[in-house]
């Protein structure tokens, strides 16, 4: 992955400085693009206005559009559709979803980009109301993991914004969410675990207290 580039986002950040910005369609096409693109993605991967199929107690919901989609392939445009196949793609082929607000409207919940983000099995999200930026990674077993959360003028100070590089979102897509994503996460599973397997010797060997020292556990303590 390419090292952080600070001077590549302060040109975006100074090139949307420029504007006036008054409403969140110039949010998307004056900040939103050219930060996309200083993050590595290729224009031909980002799908605006695409339809995201869900569903409520079993009952399909109205197709609600999300502002921004990245896919892993340029054919997106041909998976529009609500059908299975056309879903199974999406969830197969979407890395990065970014939704925008209208400037200063940026909401405290950020249930419809996670929205988004569910039924397409995005890899990670971004919101901005073009003030405020909030950046999170999925995490499929706990809450997900927030990456970034600044004002937009102070990203260039911020190297995490580069954990959203098309690169780094590729390669989670491509080989799993792993352990340098969500390391508290999974040494908390990795202690659940543990305790689990004592409860379960602890039945086996008439409740003797399983040892909490040695090799093993510290290991896992350290990891």
């Known amino acids: ?4 580039d600070k001077t590549l986002i302060q040109s975006v950040i100074d090139k949307y400085r420029l504007s006036e910005i008054q409403s969140e369609s110039e949010i998307r096409s004056k900040f939103i693009v050219g930060l996309s693109e200083a993050l590595g993605y290729p224009s031909q991967l980002r799908g605006e206005e695409f339809p995201v199929y869900g569903y409520a107690g079993g009952e399909p919901l109205k197709a609600k559009n999300a502002d921004f989609i ?12 609500n059908t299975q196949n056309s879903k199974t793609w999406v969830e197969e082929h979407s890395l990065l979803i970014i939704e925008a607000k209208k400037p200063g409207k940026m909401p405290e919940d950020l249930g419809q980009v996670k929205f988004y983000t569910t039924w397409t099995s995005a890899v990670a999200y971004i919101e901005t109301d073009g003030e405020d930026f909030i950046g999170y990674f999925v995490n499929p077993i706990s809450a997900d993991q927030k990456v970034i959360e600044a004002k937009v003028d102070e990203l260039p100070d911020k190297p995490e914004i580069w954990m959203f590089c098309y690169e780094n ?21 990795k202690i659940r675990l543990v305790r689990l397997l004592q409860r379960i010797l ?7 207290p399983f040892p ?6 510290e290991k896992m303590q350290k990891d």
């Open 1 to 4: 992955m390419k090292s952080y």
């Open 70 to 81: 990245f896919f892993t392939e340029s054919s997106f445009g041909r998976y529009r559709g």
């Open 202 to 208: 602890n039945l086996c060997s008439q409740k003797r």
């Open 169 to 189: 979102v590729l390669s989670v897509k491509q080989k799993g969410y792993s352990a340098k994503i969500f390391p508290l996460s999974m040494r908390l599973w």
């Open 212 to 217: 909490t020292s040695g090799t093993v556990w």
